[in-house]
């Protein structure tokens, strides 16, 4: 890892932190590994810990409650924007460099083609606006970033869109799955994998995208899961303003990825080769 010395993780209990977590120990990465209880980000002296002079930290932690955000705004805020910026400003008087993680909530979908990074954000909900603030937050500290926005994800550990799609089937209930929001679901042990590339060369700074390879619709995508499980599942496509919400989703979550694959070695990949994958184990 070119110029690092040490990797700070925050969040790494969290979905996508777990599998960075893995794959850091895979390559034989030193890892200091936090998350609550024991660190909480917005605690100002838990942070001045995090941040060690010359470090890497890469930020997973974050309000992650799309639903609760609507009502508990200022708590997304604090965690994914506040404590965001305060890390920046930390990271700056230590020398240290901030990957952080972001998300296509920061757009409002309403664009027919895909995200690339110069576009304007305008987040739909508070989970997203929390998130657009952290990103403003974070390069207002003038520290060395790198913003990661990433989408539709899934793993082994957290809450995610299959895991919800295979408890409706135990429910019994007919299923009925939007099919006008498309985006790529994307394995966030392929996230990790890309975290951990970046890392490993010179420090990426900027805006970068990330996704799987391809797209397609949830309804597109829990026909996929049930066609690859071989499970008779009667599914009927609905609209997105079919589903009682709170927080509004954007409808297009595509992302352009061009920007990081030019700066990776390997190809990024299907999305149905990695869920694919995903669904045999
Ligand atoms: N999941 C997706 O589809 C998706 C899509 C786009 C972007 N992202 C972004 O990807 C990143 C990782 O998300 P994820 O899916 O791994 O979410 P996650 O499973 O909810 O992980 C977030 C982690 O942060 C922790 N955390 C929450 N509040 C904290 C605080 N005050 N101090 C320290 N840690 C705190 C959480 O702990 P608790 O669980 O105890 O609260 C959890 O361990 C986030 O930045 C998210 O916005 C996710």
Known sequence: MSGSKQITLLGAKGMLGTDLTAMAVKRGWSLRALDLPEFDITQPEHLERAVSPNSVIVNCAAY????????????????NAWAVGRLGELAKRAGARVLHISTDFVFDGMLDRPYVETDIPNPINAYGLSKWHGELALEASGCQHCILRIEWAYGRHGVHFIKKLMEAVHSGEPLRVVDDQVGAPTATTGVAEVICDLLEGDFPEGVF??????????????????????MPVELTPCKTADFPSVAKRPLNSRFNCKKIKGTLSRSIEHWKDTLAQYLET
């Open 209 to 230: 995208h990330f996704a799987a390879w391809g797209y397609v619709s949830r309804y597109g995508m829990a026909q996929f899961i049930f066609d690859t499980l071989e």
């Open 64 to 79: 992650t409650n799309v639903e609760k955000a609507e009502s508990e705004p200022e708590l997304a805020e604090k965690v």
